[in-house]
């Protein structure tokens, strides 16, 4: 079974542009999370969606958002582009079971801002 | 407040040693933890996670982790590092009523030598 992809794997952008980042969970899964990693603060929660409807949020600025589509793959987009929105942008899917589910998290996408 | 601690940014090992790294948790209500690895330029990938089935959990690669609530610890251990090993290991739990959100801790690095 194909793995959680994320795409583009990596993207430049110059401040206060806006970006887009997509993935696609492992077949069967419905729930998506996305969590942003830096040197800094290290790996932290955004948000999670499962059946199109945000369901967990982190503590980020409205600026970042999402959405989920109907064959459960998710997009975040970050708008007006700040320096420290440069990071590892990943993803993880996970199988809803019951309330203990396990993510399996894509290869990310790396974003630098400029 | 801090849900997850690990203890120690780096850790060396000599190859063939014992591996141990350090992961605490605080909780009054025993949480679903994991343990992910993450290799330069990847994405994170799960080793093990407990569920409360049994305290010692054996992972993938030849890791385990044991549960002990009274030390509120997940510490991850390995008889005998290989090169391979090479990597950042996240402890990573989800608290009761967290819904699907993981709180990581900030990382351990480990190197192997020869």
């Known amino acids: 079974k194909a793995g959680v992809t994320q795409t583009p794997r990596y993207l430049i952008k110059t401040r206060g542009q806006q970006v887009t980042l997509s993935c696609s969970p492992i077949?069967?899964?419905?729930?998506v999370s996305w969590y942003q990693q830096t040197p800094g603060q290290g790996l932290q929660f955004l948000f999670e969606?499962?059946?199109?409807?945000?369901?967990n949020k982190g503590n980020f600025p409205g600026r970042f958002s999402g959405r989920q589509f109907s064959n459960s793959r998710s997009e975040m987009n970050v708008s007006t582009l700040e320096l420290g929105d440069s990071a590892l942008y990943l993803c993880?899917?996970?199988?809803?079971?019951?309330?203990?589910?396990?993510?399996?998290f894509g290869p990310g996408t790396r974003l630098l801002v400029l | 407040a801090q849900s997850v601690t690990q203890l120690g940014s780096h850790v060396s090992v000599s190859e063939g040693a014992l591996v141990l790294l350090r992961c605490n948790y605080s909780?009054?209500?025993?949480?679903?933890l994991f343990w992910y690895v993450q290799y330069p330029n990847q994405g994170l990938q799960l080793l093990l996670k407990?569920?409360?089935?049994?305290?010692l959990v054996k992972g993938i690669n030849g890791f385990e982790a044991e549960f002990k609530k009274s030390e509120t610890s997940f510490h991850l251990t390995k008889p005998s590092a290989h090169m391979s090993d090479a990597a950042e290991y996240f402890c990573?739990?989800?608290?009761?009523?967290?819904?699907?959100?993981?709180?990581f801790g900030t990382g351990t690095q480990l190197k192997v030598e020869l």
């Open positions: 993880a899917s996970s199988l809803v079971t019951g309330h203990q589910e396990t993510q399996y």
């Open positions: 077949s069967g899964h419905r729930s």
């Open positions: 969606y499962f059946s199109e409807t945000q369901r």
């Open positions: 909780s009054s209500v025993p949480p679903y």
């Open positions: 407990y569920t409360s089935a049994a305290t």
């Open positions: 990573a739990v989800i608290l009761t009523g967290g819904g699907n959100k993981l709180t």
